[in-house]
């Protein structure tokens, strides 16, 4: 099992807890949880910037940053509600086979403008 042991210039925390109830646990525990009794354990590491000694071999952490702007598209968003709108109208004003054909024309044009609508713009900082 690799543990992390850190150098000078880096600092990490580990926390051992239950899967199912978040009990604290010691980090070599084995078995069943003593509060639910059932098994499995989650292992949290944090690592802070700088070098990190795995077993005698250095390793140089990657932080990576990234944002995301979400941006919505409000001409698209309201020709997505007025065909829906229309459409529950228009369906009730034409007989059987048509209303269905005009359904299914507004499932297809609000399905492919659909993602449209919102835009996720993703911005990648420089990796430290």
Same mark, same amino acid.
């Given at each position: 099992?690799?543990?992390?042991? +850190? %150098?000078? +210039?880096?600092?990490?925390? %580990?926390?051992?807890?239950?899967?199912?109830?978040?009990?604290?646990? %010691?980090?070599?525990?084995?078995?069943?949880?003593?509060?639910?009794?059932?098994?499995?354990?989650?292992?949290?590491?944090?690592?802070?910037?700088?070098?990190?000694?795995?077993?005698?071999?250095?390793?140089?952490?990657?932080?990576?940053?990234?944002?995301?702007?979400?941006?919505?598209?409000?001409?698209?968003?309201?020709?997505?509600?007025?065909? +829906?709108?229309? +459409?529950?109208?228009?369906?009730?004003?034409?007989?059987?086979?048509?209303?269905?054909?005009?359904?299914?024309?507004?499932?297809?044009?609000?399905?492919?403008?659909?993602?449209?609508?919102?835009?996720?713009?993703?911005?990648?900082?420089?990796? %430290?």
């Amino acid at each position: 099992m690799l543990t992390p042991k +850190s %150098s000078k +210039s880096m600092t990490t925390t %580990s926390r051992t807890t239950c899967k199912w109830c978040n009990e604290p646990l %010691s980090p070599d525990h084995t078995g069943p949880c003593p509060k639910c009794w059932k098994t499995g354990k989650n292992i949290t590491i944090a690592l802070r910037p700088g070098k990190l000694n795995i077993t005698g071999h250095e390793v140089k952490t990657i932080i990576e940053r990234r944002q995301e702007i979400i941006k919505e598209n409000p001409k698209i968003k309201w020709i997505t509600i007025l065909v +829906s709108i229309t +459409s529950i109208f228009l369906g009730g004003i034409f007989p059987p086979p048509f209303n269905i054909i005009i359904g299914l024309a507004a499932f297809f044009i609000t399905y492919s403008l659909g993602p449209l609508v919102i835009k996720t713009i993703i911005i990648e900082r420089d990796k %430290s």
